[in-house]
């Protein structure tokens, strides 16, 4: 058990911030046992979401157990944030991975470790009544021993409702701070007509996630969300960019830029986008890779495999007892203690407490 | 199919003499022969070309006389529809769709959030017309004022005001919702729900009105035309225009004005009292709707709004009729007592046997869906065509049975149902999308 007390965590690092700033995660070690946890640390001040949200998070996650969905451990209040104590994930997420190490992808058996990791998870979600809503690779974190677990239940949502059993969900999950979460949401969870949305919603998130994480961006990023919208309603699918699917380079570098979203931002030279795409046009993905990925992407929602489906799926035989995901993604370096970043963590104490001042002001 | 879905050309070449009634049924253009374009392109073309808008086809459909009433074989492989033009409209964040609703403040259309894609309703008020409403423009700042503080499940959410001063318009944006309950109850058998249905609805409503209750906020206009649903059919308690906050610091609940709807007001304020029992008007007015919902029937009926306020003034409710049941006959009973102290409360309600155990579904009966005003069953979103018009610049704006028929992937051998030409639309949309799909190469049809 993990003590709901501050002193007897000692902050280590920052990893990440997260939820539009009200949120930062820090490693830390819990002294009583010297294990490594993760603290979520929410200043409950800031966000414009009321509490409940993560409240529901908080419930959720202690509702379900398995091995492959991130764990609570426990929380606390200290002045005025909140902490949220999670077992530390050293790889950190896929999105950071991607972005850190794998701007091009990640390689397709390291794609087929993680999947089968995230179906397990889902196909747990799905027998629990719940639909998870937010699959994408920022939600996908992996362990020290590679193992993956699939966090961000703040916007899962039961089927069980008023005690009764739904057959479908009508609402769009609560918005996230950029409303980034759109791009991985399924057309009929879009559409919010009487239809509804099912799990199968969050298959055609992970089919995004397949893309996501083959290509190293997300498919329709660089795009209008109403276009987004509009092109996923109309039925067209994300692919996996490889020599099988990727045209010939005949538009110009400003328009294949837009398009492919391999502008991953400030500093990015047009070298580097002429890199990927090389990197696309000269690899070859597994014809079972493009088929779980097409059959995960089908407009029609009865369409889609279920998640127990997709795990017999071809696709994963690859997959060899001895595959370790760390050693497949070599480069990439796990989360260690930083003074440097301490130093940014005493900073940010700082800064919080100058907001303090800031904002006292009486006014009558 | 609506009608403003797909606009049809009607060919003036084949319409016979205006004194000899003999209307061209079909709307239907001169047979498409070489060039499928010929009549677009304006080109010399002996035909000349009537295009009659929706309005015109009504009327010559009245105009038919049925004597003389004479049907042109056309092949409905020379039919053209032409996608009516979707004009993409921003307000603020929002992008327009269609009209939802039309009240005498001005109209109700749908929206949708372009950031968060979050379907809305946006109430529009024109100045101008909120102006020549009694207490029009007080309503509305009375309304605004109590929905910016409610927050409830069954209470309509207000998520955003604004104003177009150029335009004296403002816009209230509000939660979407699919029906209104008096649209439901006009579309269905007998008027009325089944018991089942009408018990859902009504422990909604009490919730709602426990919370507004709570809030010391008093409706004053509770009846079907102003309970909505959403898609997961949650009940939304909308139009506060009437409602008033009690003083928050005083023991009574009295008010003084009654600005609700005549049939379901209660007696109080039918007579003219001039100080009565808020929280007690809104147990009778939902003892009227429950009655409404129920039965078909109002409690008081009268030919016109003075025999109607006479007749709940001094009469009786007509008793529940026998086929409700003791239990529920009871309830309205109660809850149209014309003392409004023998009136229950909310919590009493809730407590009272037909509230508590929920009625089955009896056999032959069927839960009534909210209707649609397009031919739309699922009500998808209206603003989609809009959205396609502002992305898709190169939509294709006509097209015809063949094309339409090669979409379906038929070849062309089958004959076209009603329902699915009044999917036309959408696919001549998806046609377009196949010009346009060089955008997004990342991208695959299905």
Same mark, same amino acid.
């Given at each position: 058990?993990?003590?709901?007390?501050?002193?007897?965590?000692?902050?280590?690092?920052?990893?990440?911030?997260?939820?539009?700033?009200?949120?930062?995660?820090?490693?830390?070690?819990?002294?009583?046992?010297?294990?490594?946890?993760?603290?979520?640390?929410?200043?409950?001040?800031?966000?414009?979401?009321?509490?409940?949200?993560?409240?529901?998070?908080?419930?959720?996650?202690?509702? $379900?157990?398995?091995?492959?969905?991130?764990?609570?451990?426990?929380?606390?209040?200290?002045?005025?944030?909140?902490?949220?104590?999670?077992? $530390?994930?050293?790889?950190?997420?896929?999105?950071?991975?991607?972005?850190?190490?794998?701007?091009?992808?990640?390689?397709?058996?390291?794609?087929?470790?993680? #999947?089968?990791?995230?179906?397990?998870?889902?196909?747990?979600?799905?027998?629990? #009544?719940?639909?998870?809503?937010?699959?994408?690779? !920022?939600?996908? $974190?992996?362990?020290?021993?590679?193992?993956?677990?699939?966090?961000?239940?703040?916007?899962?949502? !039961?089927?069980?409702?008023?005690?009764?059993?739904?057959?479908?969900?009508?609402?769009?999950?609560?918005?996230?701070?950029?409303?980034?979460?759109?791009?991985?949401?399924?057309?009929? #969870?879009?559409?919010?007509?009487?239809?509804?949305?099912?799990?199968? !919603?969050?298959?055609?998130?992970?089919?995004?996630?397949?893309?996501?994480?083959?290509?190293?961006?997300?498919?329709?990023?660089?795009?209008?969300?109403?276009?987004?919208?509009?092109?996923?309603?109309?039925?067209?699918?994300?692919?996996?960019?490889?020599? !099988?699917?990727?045209?010939?380079?005949?538009?110009?570098?400003?328009?294949?830029?837009?398009?492919?979203?391999?502008?991953?931002?400030?500093?990015?030279?047009?070298?580097?986008?002429?890199? #990927?795409?090389?990197?696309?046009?000269?690899?070859?993905?597994?014809?079972?890779?493009?088929?779980?990925?097409?059959?995960?992407?089908?407009?029609?929602?009865?369409?889609?495999?279920?998640?127990?489906?997709?795990?017999?799926?071809?696709?994963?035989?690859?997959?060899?007892?001895?595959?370790?995901?760390?050693?497949?993604?070599?480069?990439?370096?796990?989360?260690?203690?930083?003074?440097?970043?301490?130093?940014?963590?005493?900073?940010?104490?700082?800064?919080?407490?100058?907001?303090?001042?800031?904002?006292?002001?009486?006014?009558? | 199919?609506?009608?403003?879905?797909?606009?049809?050309?009607?060919?003036?070449?084949?319409?016979?003499?205006?004194?000899?009634?003999?209307?061209?049924?079909?709307?239907?253009?001169?047979?498409?022969?070489?060039?499928?374009?010929?009549?677009?392109?304006?080109?010399?073309?002996?035909?000349?070309?009537?295009?009659?808008?929706?309005?015109?086809?009504?009327?010559?459909?009245?105009?038919?006389?049925?004597?003389?009433?004479?049907?042109?074989?056309?092949?409905?492989?020379?039919?053209?529809?032409?996608?009516?033009?979707?004009?993409?409209?921003?307000?603020? %964040?929002?992008?327009?769709?269609?009209?939802?609703?039309?009240?005498?403040?001005?109209?109700?259309?749908?929206?949708?959030?372009?950031?968060?894609?979050?379907?809305?309703?946006?109430?529009?008020?024109?100045?101008? %017309?909120?102006?020549?409403?009694?207490?029009?423009?007080?309503?509305?700042?009375?309304?605004?004022?109590?929905?910016?503080?409610?927050?409830?499940?069954?209470?309509?959410?207000?998520?955003?005001?604004?104003?177009?001063?150029?335009?004296?318009?403002?816009?209230?944006?509000?939660?979407?919702?699919?029906?209104?309950?008096?649209?439901?109850?006009?579309?269905?058998?007998?008027? %009325?729900?089944?018991?089942?249905?009408?018990?859902?609805?009504?422990?909604?409503?009490?919730?709602?009105?426990?919370?507004?209750?709570?809030?010391?906020?008093?409706?004053?206009?509770?009846?079907?035309?102003?309970?909505?649903?959403?898609?997961?059919?949650?009940?939304?308690?909308?139009?506060?225009?009437?409602?008033?906050?009690?003083?928050?610091?005083?023991?009574?609940?009295?008010?003084?004005?009654?600005?609700?709807?005549?049939?379901?007001?209660?007696?109080?304020?039918?007579?003219?009292?001039?100080?009565?029992?808020?929280?007690?008007?809104?147990?009778?007015?939902?003892?009227?709707?429950?009655?409404?919902?129920?039965?078909?029937?109002?409690?008081?009926?009268?030919?016109?709004?003075?025999?109607?306020?006479?007749?709940?003034?001094?009469?009786?409710?007509?008793?529940?009729?026998?086929?409700?049941?003791?239990?529920?006959?009871?309830?309205?009973?109660?809850?149209?007592?014309?003392?409004?102290?023998?009136?229950?409360?909310?919590?009493?309600?809730?407590?009272?046997?037909?509230? %508590?155990?929920?009625?089955?579904?009896?056999?032959?009966?069927?839960?009534?869906?909210?209707?649609?005003?397009?031919?739309?069953?699922?009500?998808?979103?209206?603003?989609?065509?809009?959205?396609?018009?502002?992305?898709?610049?190169?939509?294709?704006?006509?097209?015809?049975?063949?094309?339409?028929?090669?979409?379906?992937?038929?070849?062309?051998?089958?004959?076209?149902?009603?329902?699915?030409?009044?999917?036309?639309?959408?696919?001549?949309?998806?046609?377009?999308?196949?010009?346009?799909?060089?955008?997004?190469?990342?991208?695959?049809?299905?």
């Amino acid at each position: 058990m993990f003590n709901p007390d501050i002193n007897d965590y000692q902050l280590t690092s920052i990893i990440t911030e997260c939820c539009g700033g009200v949120a930062v995660v820090y490693s830390a070690l819990y002294k009583p046992n010297n294990q490594n946890v993760a603290i979520k640390r929410y200043f409950v001040d800031k966000t414009k979401e009321n509490a409940s949200l993560i409240q529901q998070d908080i419930l959720t996650r202690k509702e $379900l157990q398995h091995a492959n969905i991130l764990p609570y451990l426990t929380s606390f209040v200290h002045g005025k944030e909140l902490y949220v104590v999670s077992p $530390l994930m050293t790889f950190g997420s896929c999105r950071d991975i991607l972005d850190h190490y794998f701007q091009e992808g990640l390689p397709e058996l390291a794609c087929a470790l993680v #999947l089968r990791d995230v179906l397990q998870a889902l196909q747990y979600l799905h027998k629990q #009544l719940y639909i998870h809503r937010s699959v994408r690779a !920022s939600h996908v $974190l992996v362990g020290a021993n590679g193992g993956v677990r699939l966090s961000g239940l703040r916007s899962a949502a !039961s089927l069980m409702v008023r005690g009764r059993r739904q057959r479908h969900l009508h609402q769009l999950p609560p918005p996230d701070a950029d409303n980034t979460n759109l791009m991985w949401l399924s057309p009929e #969870l879009l559409e919010q007509n009487l239809k509804g949305y099912d799990e199968k !919603s969050d298959i055609y998130s992970l089919g995004v996630l397949c893309c996501e994480l083959a290509n190293g961006a997300v498919p329709f990023a660089e795009v209008p969300t109403t276009l987004m919208f509009t092109e996923k309603v109309r039925g067209s699918r994300p692919q996996l960019l490889d020599c !099988s699917t990727f045209p010939e380079p005949c538009l110009d570098d400003s328009e294949m830029k837009s398009m492919y979203n391999t502008d991953s931002g400030v500093g990015d030279s047009a070298d580097g986008v002429m890199r #990927l795409r090389q990197l696309y046009a000269a690899r070859k993905l597994s014809d079972t890779f493009h088929h779980l990925s097409e059959m995960a992407l089908q407009r029609e929602p009865d369409k889609r495999p279920s998640a127990t489906q997709l795990l017999n799926h071809p696709f994963f035989k690859q997959i060899r007892k001895t595959d370790y995901l760390p050693g497949l993604i070599g480069r990439v370096k796990p989360i260690k203690p930083d003074l440097s970043d301490m130093s940014a963590l005493l900073l940010q104490e700082k800064l919080s407490e100058m907001e303090i001042e800031k904002t006292t002001e009486w006014d009558f | 199919m609506d009608p403003r879905m797909c606009r049809k050309i009607s060919s003036s070449e084949s319409l016979p003499d205006a004194d000899n009634i003999e209307y061209e049924v079909s709307n239907i253009i001169a047979p498409q022969e070489s060039d499928d374009n010929f009549m677009l392109d304006g080109s010399p073309e002996p035909h000349s070309v009537t295009w009659l808008d929706n309005d015109q086809i009504d009327d010559l459909d009245l105009n038919l006389d049925p004597t003389n009433l004479c049907f042109h074989r056309v092949d409905s492989a020379d039919i053209i529809y032409r996608n009516k033009k979707k004009k993409c409209k921003m307000v603020g %964040k929002y992008v327009m769709g269609d009209v939802l609703g039309e009240g005498s403040y001005g109209k109700v259309k749908e929206m949708l959030d372009s950031e968060t894609l979050c379907r809305r309703a946006v109430k529009i008020l024109k100045k101008r %017309k909120l102006r020549r409403i009694p207490n029009g423009e007080q309503n509305v700042q009375r309304e605004i004022q109590l929905l910016r503080i409610l927050r409830h499940k069954n209470v309509i959410e207000l998520v955003d005001v604004m104003y177009n001063d150029e335009k004296q318009k403002m816009y209230l944006v509000m939660e979407f919702c699919v029906g209104v309950l008096q649209d439901m109850l006009e579309g269905s058998p007998g008027k %009325k729900f089944p018991q089942r249905q009408a018990h859902d609805y009504f422990t909604q409503l009490l919730d709602g009105l426990e919370y507004l209750h709570g809030q010391g906020v008093v409706h004053k206009d509770i009846k079907p035309g102003n309970l909505l649903l959403t898609l997961d059919q949650t009940l939304k308690i909308t139009d506060f225009g009437v409602a008033e906050a009690l003083d928050m610091f005083s023991p009574e609940d009295t008010c003084y004005t009654g600005q609700g709807s005549p049939a379901f007001q209660p007696p109080e304020i039918a007579n003219g009292a001039e100080q009565f029992s808020g929280v007690k008007v809104d147990i009778w007015s939902s003892g009227v709707t429950l009655y409404n919902m129920t039965t078909g029937r109002y409690p008081f009926e009268g030919d016109n709004v003075y025999r109607l306020l006479e007749s709940i003034g001094r009469g009786e409710p007509a008793p529940p009729p026998p086929s409700l049941g003791p239990t529920l006959g009871a309830l309205l009973t109660n809850m149209l007592k014309r003392d409004p102290d023998l009136r229950p409360t909310v919590h009493e309600i809730k407590r009272h046997s037909w509230v %508590k155990a929920r009625p089955p579904l009896e056999a032959g009966e069927r839960m009534v869906t909210p209707r649609s005003r397009r031919s739309d069953e699922l009500h998808t979103s209206t603003v989609i065509p809009y959205l396609v018009e502002r992305h898709y610049p190169s939509a294709q704006e006509y097209f015809t049975e063949r094309d339409y028929r090669h979409e379906l992937g038929d070849g062309g051998s089958r004959t076209l149902s009603t329902a699915e030409l009044s999917d036309a639309e959408s696919r001549g949309r998806k046609r377009r999308w196949h010009s346009s799909c060089g955008r997004l190469p990342s991208c695959r049809l299905t």
